[in-house]
């Protein structure tokens, strides 16, 4: 068959950590003077912190430049960090805000072009190519996943198959009926859907060999679940924020133990959560990002909240896109508990190597009101095949996992498989109800 699409235009142009710096330069360069002409807000910010355009020369310059919150996004709400006239915005996202305003991001044909044009690179380091039918199982409209997956998969002429999220029933008929090799969708749905295709024995009549999720947090035994259950599928964890653009920005490469992100596009910085500077290689902390062409809302030095980790050196499948861990969690789900900070991925890998278990899992968090005391009860579902009788033993085992890896005393209650509730969207894992009770003062 004769190939049409040139994959590796979507692939970076540079193949040295220099070339990519200079790259990261002259964007960095171009971004501060766009902000500083065009948007007030960063005008005055970048002011404030006695940065002008020309006085950036050279990538260290970026530790003068100040950070940009969620709060300056709510701030600027319907349209923050607008640096472009209204006529050169082509269309708008919002992300979900779990609390007050949604965060609103516009895009300008140029950024929704270049996000597109990065989700598809995401598309073709997974493999998926013009033979591929993706079934798009992320939800549509003021979201920016469903149309990014669905725009890049288009753009690598892959065939569209937009079912959005939910929708069991039809999702299954469509996973028979039209074969899709590559199904997208959120780790939560990713698991309800191996489920139920176990549930209806379906692995035979589907085709699925590739499983593109994203959006959330995951633990390796909730991966191998859900892989085995869709008949070996490989899984692909694409990370993404709408404040960058949305979905796919870098994938989880076929060696599978690390995400590329495009350092051409922007350019992340890892910096303790606490203190706000920057940690080493390898250490990890808060994701930073500063867009190098974002036109219509760029980023300087945003803090995203998520916790990575930037990894030195080059993957083994060869690519030069630099590289971060799979994403731990958020700076904002990390709790406090009898003064250890505790990230619930920390819980998600204690529970992952402990036989018997399933992988959902829930941590409730009280507080006795006349002692003061906190106390942690983790929830945890049996497997399948495990007999109630092992209760004793697995619950010993969480325990003393936890003192020794976590440091803290918690307590075990198991349930019984499939009795911890499964969403389609993001699961609730961590219960905290401490303080409820107390008076303001
Ligand atoms: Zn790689």
Not at 97 to 113: A, F, H, I, S
Not at 210 to 221: Q, T
Not at 231 to 256: K, N, Q, R, V
Request: hydrophobic fraction near 35%; charged fraction near 25%.
């Amino acid at each position: 068959m004769e190939q049409t699409i040139d994959y590796q235009q979507f692939m970076p142009h540079f193949h040295t950590d220099e070339e990519l710096a200079a790259i990261q330069l002259q964007g960095l360069k171009w971004t501060v003077r766009h902000a500083w002409e065009n948007c007030p807000f960063y005008h005055d910010r970048l002011a404030q912190a006695g940065v002008t355009p020309d006085s950036i020369t050279s990538l260290d310059d970026l530790q003068r430049l100040p950070f940009t919150t969620t709060e300056d996004l709510r701030d600027g709400y319907p349209f923050p960090l607008r640096s472009v006239p209204f006529e050169k915005i082509v269309r708008i996202h919002a992300s979900s805000g779990t609390t007050g305003k949604r965060k609103v991001l516009c895009y300008t044909q140029k950024d929704v072009d270049d996000w597109i044009h990065h989700f598809a690179r995401a598309f073709v380091m997974a493999g998926v190519t013009a033979e591929d039918r993706v079934q798009i199982a992320v939800g549509y409209g003021v979201w920016t996943a469903g149309i990014g997956f669905q725009s890049a998969c288009e753009k690598v002429g892959a065939m569209a198959l937009p079912v959005g999220p939910g929708n069991v029933d039809m999702q299954c008929q469509f996973l028979v009926d039209f074969q899709p090799t590559v199904y997208c969708c959120t780790a939560s749905m990713g698991l309800l859907m191996a489920e139920e295709i176990h549930r209806r024995n379906l692995a035979d009549k589907i085709n699925v060999r590739k499983i593109i999720y994203g959006s959330e947090r995951s633990s390796r035994s909730m991966r191998a679940r859900i892989s085995e259950l869709f008949g070996g599928a490989e899984l692909f964890d694409i990370p993404g924020l709408t404040e960058l653009c949305g979905p796919g920005s870098g994938i989880e490469c076929t060696d599978h133990d690390c995400i590329h992100y495009w350092g051409d596009y922007y350019i992340l910085e890892i910096v303790d959560p606490d203190t706000l500077q920057p940690v080493p290689d390898g250490k990890w902390g808060e994701m930073v990002v500063t867009t190098l062409c974002k036109e219509a809302a760029p980023l300087i030095r945003y803090r995203t909240r998520d916790i990575s980790r930037i990894l030195p050196g080059r993957c083994t499948c060869g690519s030069p896109l630099p590289r971060h861990s799979r994403i731990m969690g958020r700076s904002d789900d990390m709790f406090k508990f009898r003064g250890v900070n505790i990230y619930p991925s920390s819980i998600d890998t204690i529970l992952s190597q402990i036989p018997g278990l399933g992988s959902e899992y829930q941590v409730h968090l009280s507080r006795d009101d006349k002692s003061g005391r906190d106390s942690m009860v983790i929830w945890v579902e049996r497997e399948k095949d495990t007999s109630e009788e092992r209760n004793a033993a697995i619950s010993t085992e969480i325990i003393e996992q936890c003192k020794k890896r976590l440091l803290v005393t918690v307590n075990v209650s198991i349930v019984e498989y499939g009795a911890l509730p499964r969403s389609e969207k993001k699961s609730q894992r961590i219960f905290d109800s401490r303080g409820l009770n107390e008076s303001v003062i």
